[in-house]
């Protein structure tokens, strides 16, 4: 609460609290990368969505976790693996994403390449000082935006033409806020 100092020591120890279970119960130690979801019961798991997924990015973007903790390290190289999409680059949303496919063969395709899900891990990139892997998927965003250089929502994994909304705000927010992070960290 606004200026309510009184109580920051509470708020820390439920940020402590929500850390330790998401270490506790939210990573798959077998596959090396945190679930999509867990569901628990009596404090036990009793069900795990396997699906690897992008947004578990947001353990390093809200600061949850050191850019250098084993587990995000480990999840960031499943993501590359698994969500990679090798026919055009940029990073898709989850597996077997479906939303906005365009017609074509998707075998070994996770789903379109979001420019969002790409600069999170540009900005992983950046944090661990990997600067040259970091432009990389900068210049893979740049690549994709339109002519007149407004950035989609995603992008087809054939062409690399914009299959949904464009521009995006969240897009061109993220891309702001990856160039900023690039200018401090990478110059």
Sequence with gaps: MLGEYENASRWEEAAVEVREAIRNYLFDRERGVFYRSVSIDDGKVVN????????IMGVFLFNVFDVYEPMLES??????SKLWVRTIGGIARYENDYYQRVPGDY??????PWIITTLWVAQYYMAKGDCQR??????WVNRVKTPT???????DPFRGLPTSVTPLVWSHAEYLRTYIMRKRQCA
């Excluded at 795990?48 to 947004?55: G, L, N, Q, Y």
């Excluded at 970091?134 to 210049?139: F, I, K, P, Y």
Aim: aromatic share 0%; net charge negative; glycine share 6%.
């Design 75 to 80: 999840s960031v190289k499943v993501i590359m």
């Design 149 to 155: 250089n407004l950035l989609p929502e995603q992008v």
């Design 107 to 112: 075998s070994g395709i996770p789903g379109n």
């Design 134 to 139: 970091a432009r990389e998927l900068m210049s």
């Design 48 to 55: 795990t969505d396997k699906t690897v997924d992008s947004s």
